[in-house]
């Protein structure tokens, strides 16, 4: 999507790659089904807990490319300009309850697999 991180990441990692920008009035299912299951495109950069209900949703239309993840993003969370306590009490929290495994139970409590952390990764078109 224009504008949007993957495409940065797609002519760094793979500087010879076309790049397909499409209009950030999509969404990233309908980026997968019209680009890339349509053949429109070969692959497509995108994150893995998407792509797996979109192949759920649609099987044989896609799969993972081999050779694992190209990019490892952050999560964020808002909070007040100049807030630096704030900031610096959000991280250590956060830091501690993933290192004791207290992130991954409760996603895992709730549904949630441990591939939410996965980054993103590659899928093309099932030939």
Do not use: C, W
Not at 5 to 10: F, L, P, Q
Not at 15 to 38: H, N
Not at 61 to 74: C, Q, T
């Amino acid at each position: 999507m224009e504008g949007d991180i993957s495409a940065t990441i797609a002519s760094l990692k793979f500087p010879k790659a076309r790049i397909m920008a499409e209009s950030k009035i999509g969404d990233g299912a309908s980026l997968l089904m019209q680009d890339v299951a349509a053949g429109k495109a070969d692959i497509v950069l995108t994150d893995t807990t998407g792509a797996r209900i979109f192949m759920d949703n649609n099987p044989g239309k896609l799969r993972e490319v081999p050779g694992g993840a190209v990019a490892l993003l952050s999560a964020n969370i808002a909070i007040p300009k100049n807030e630096y306590a704030l900031k610096a009490m959000l991280d250590t929290a956060f830091s501690y309850l993933n290192s004791i495994g207290y992130v991954s139970s409760l996603l895992k409590k709730h549904g949630a697999t441990d591939d939410i952390y996965l980054p993103d990764v590659y899928y093309e078109k099932v030939k």
